[in-house]
């Protein structure tokens, strides 16, 4: 008979449990973001805005990508950083996410992936989207950061990506592995341990060669132009790492100032029992957008 394991740490029920370790708490915000009252919510919120995040159900491209974003949170961000025409750059294009958001919002692109399977990938979401852009969408398969040493300084009006969360897609324990490989979908971005980023052992030297990254990021900014940094915080082992506050920092490091965050709520992801009943462990289920300018 297996034994029951007791809980030491509250009188909660393993469905009480579940619904408090969601890393964002959305406080009477039921009503989709652009029902909100603005007005309202930014005087209370002073200043950090939570968002819900209405991510549309993944299709069978856009699956094939273990890590993406939502088009809709996407295409926020071009709307309010960016004019029609205007150029943004995505160094991390995975399945092209930022880019059909900028084809939606009339946007020219250019997208860097180091993986040839995701940039063939994102060019046929693309075409799923629309056949003609009026603006240029240029992706490439290459190391961001060699391309983008090509590329003119002040050439860029936003960069809006999300980098790999150093090897967190690697890791053993890492739940939605176990679920993508028994659909059969690929768990990591690839094997190319030279340029991945995701393949970084160390967290430290993760964080440095971001840095050499963004470093080539401000070169390639217009003066007075803004960057947003769609990432997680992860847990690996039994530590947490607070990864958009290092992603802030790393940002500062090269010069860029810090110019907010914005928390999205992603209220469907599954949540797992992680350390019921003894031990509090978050199920993270909140994005948040680093911006940062370049003045
Ligand atoms: C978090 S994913 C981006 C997902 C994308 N936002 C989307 O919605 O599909 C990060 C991507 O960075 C790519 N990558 C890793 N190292 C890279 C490098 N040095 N240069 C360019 N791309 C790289 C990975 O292959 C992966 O597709």
């Known amino acids: ?7 030491r740490l509250n009188n909660l029920s393993g469905r009480e449990w579940l619904p408090l370790t969601r890393s964002a708490y959305v406080d009477g915000v039921t009503r989709p973001s652009e029902e909100l009252d603005w007005d309202n919510v930014l005087r209370e919120s002073q200043g950090s805005i939570v968002v819900m995040s209405k991510a549309t159900p ?16 996407a295409r926020r961000l071009v ?15 995975g399945s092209g996410s930022a880019a059909i958001a900028c084809v939606l919002e009339k946007r020219a692109c250019t997208g860097f992936d180091i993986y040839e399977q995701w940039v063939q990938l994102a060019n046929e979401r693309i075409r799923k ?45 890492h739940k939605a592995k176990s679920e993508r490989s028994k659909d059969g979908l690929a768990t990591d971005y690839g094997d190319n341990d030279a340029y991945d980023l995701g393949r970084i052992n160390s967290y430290d030297r993760f964080l440095d060669v971001l840095t050499e990254h963004f470093r080539e990021w401000i070169r390639v900014l217009k003066h007075r132009a803004y960057t947003a940094v ?20 790393c940002l500062e490091k090269v010069g860029m100032t810090l110019q907010g ?28 957008v680093v911006i940062a300018r370049k003045l």
């Not at 008979?1 to 809980?7: D, G, H, Q, V």
């Not at 309010?80 to 991390?92: S, Y």
């Not at 769609?230 to 920092?249: K, L, M, N, T």
């Not at 999205?264 to 948040?288: A, M």
Request: contains cysteine.
């Open 58 to 73: 993944r299709d069978h491209l856009k699956k094939q990508h273990p890590a993406t974003f939502a088009e809709e949170d």
């Open 230 to 249: 769609i990432v997680s915080d992860f847990r690996h082992q039994s530590r947490y790492y607070p990864f958009h506050a290092h992603v802030g920092e």
């Open 129 to 173: 989207v629309i056949d003609y852009s009026p603006y240029p969408i240029r992706i490439e398969a290459k190391d961001a950061l060699t391309a983008m040493k090509q590329m003119d300084a002040e050439s860029q009006d936003f960069i809006l990506t999300s980098p790999p969360y150093w090897g967190i897609l690697q890791k053993t324990d």
């Open 1 to 7: 008979m297996a034994t029951k394991i007791k809980n």
């Open 79 to 93: 709307r309010m950083f960016t004019q029609e025409g205007q150029h943004v750059l995505d160094p991390f294009i």
């Open 261 to 288: 965050m914005v928390v999205i709520v992603q209220d469907s992801k599954r949540l797992y029992p992680y350390g019921y009943p003894t031990t509090y462990v978050p199920n993270i289920c909140n994005q948040f």
